[in-house]
């Protein structure tokens, strides 16, 4: 039918529509630098749902995270330490909250995270290694998507003793 596509996938414009009008895509099948996980796609199919109802915005992706789940675990969301590393607007800082948190952590003393803060000091990457690194790169999201501030995260009460609520308080030392 006609429908353009690359080695990566189908090609579509920012409303995630072919070249052929009437035909959208999303999930895997698409062209696209945003990871290919189960989580995007729904996030794309809820977008052409949207557009199919008459909303004209172009699609905005907010950051995804990504999890391996090996042991340790190993999670990613933004902006990378090495990407961050290549340029000088971007400052990488490493917090071993595995070592100063023993007890907290559960004797989880690997567990570490490298946060990425632009010039503005706020979270816009984070990179973590440890057993609970799914659920804290999960409660970063926001914090990046949403440009929490110090005392946005120094405003709220977190779980003690979790991962979580050990990791939150301390990124909120280096935000603006």
């Known amino acids: 039918i006609g429908v353009a596509y690359d080695r990566q996938g189908v090609l579509v414009n920012d409303h995630l529509q072919t070249n052929v009008p009437n035909i959208y895509a999303s999930g895997d099948v698409i062209s696209k630098p945003i990871a290919r996980l189960t989580p995007t796609a729904t996030f794309e199919s809820h977008y052409i749902a949207r557009v199919l109802l008459g909303d004209p915005a172009p699609i905005t992706y907010p950051v995804?995270?990504?999890?391996?789940?090996?042991?340790?675990?190993?999670?990613?969301?933004g902006v990378t330490p090495d990407e961050a590393a290549q340029r000088d607007d971007l400052q990488v800082i490493e917090i071993p909250y595995g070592q100063v948190m023993r007890f907290q952590t559960l004797n989880d003393t690997h567990a570490a995270i490298k946060i990425v803060l632009n010039q503005k000091q706020q979270l816009v990457g984070a990179?973590?290694?440890?057993?609970f690194a799914p659920e804290v790169i999960n409660a970063l999201v926001p914090v990046i998507n949403k440009r929490?501030?110090?005392?946005?995260?120094?405003?709220?009460?977190?779980?003690?003793?979790?991962?979580?609520?050990?990791?939150?308080?301390?990124i909120a030392n280096y935000l603006a």
């Open 64 to 77: 995804v995270p990504t999890v391996a789940f090996t042991l340790p675990r190993v999670a990613q969301v």
């Open 127 to 131: 990179a973590l290694i440890g057993d």
């Open 148 to 170: 929490y501030t110090s005392d946005d995260l120094k405003g709220q009460i977190f779980a003690f003793p979790t991962h979580t609520g050990i990791v939150l308080p301390m």
